[in-house]
């Protein structure tokens, strides 16, 4: 198979207080395309890592779409995109979202325009859903993330050492207009809204959860990559499925609360992670 992947690792924030900033993300971007290139055949060329400065929303866009175009066409028939940063929400325009928040992605240059994130500065899931329904047939595409998909997990994940959660509130509390005990779209519906071919997603946890950025073995990664990478290094073929029931023993073992995700046709979670 012909492959290219773009891995995606956020720190650091141009606009954003150094409490705000994370520590784990630039580690999972260049642990997955490590993986990649040793383990799946990635040749070191297919595989762009952005980092910090490196992904501010303009450049981020811009390789995801040069990955889609390799694809669509029949230049790579294995795309691969990983994003570790902050997850937040924003206004939802279209009308789609029950709750009325767009579930997004926070770039490296993520800035607030009144009282929400300015959408030029995050990637929204309609934003991935649109670029995801380019995909031709024949395609596999699996996508890797490593953020929180909504703020209603801010229990105590942030009170302990080493730990805290890969969410961004909306810049102003009267901003937040979503109720948490609603069931919302989550950026798993990707999968099931995209026509052709469809995306294989795994994500670090629920809806209703925060993704750790945790101190592990003495480095810090987000708790799901480091067990995501832990659970197929030197294990090629194992299926998706089991590579789930891998991670979420390694998260539950670690203390934990987060579940991961699986999302894609029964053949592909019944097949080899990357095939």
Known sequence: MSKAALCVGINKFKYLPESSWLHGCVNDAEDLAALLEAQYGFA???????RDAKANKKSVMAELNKLVDSAVDGKSNHIVFTFSSHGTQIPDVSGDEADRLDEAFACYDI???GDSWDPDTVITDDELATLFARLPDGVLMDVVLDTCHSGTGLKSLDLLPGRRPRFLP????RAVIANEFSDTRTLRDLVKSVKGAKPVLMAACRSDQTAADALIDGRY???FTYHFVKSLQGNGTVVRAEVLKLV???LK???FDQIAQLEGTTAARKAAWGS
């Open 248 to 250: 979420s023993k390694g």
């Open 170 to 173: 909306a810049p102003t509390p």
């Open 44 to 50: 070191s060329s297919s595989i762009k890592v952005l």
């Open 253 to 255: 073992g670690g203390g």
């Open 111 to 113: 800035n607030n325009s």
């Open 221 to 223: 990664n987000g708790a």
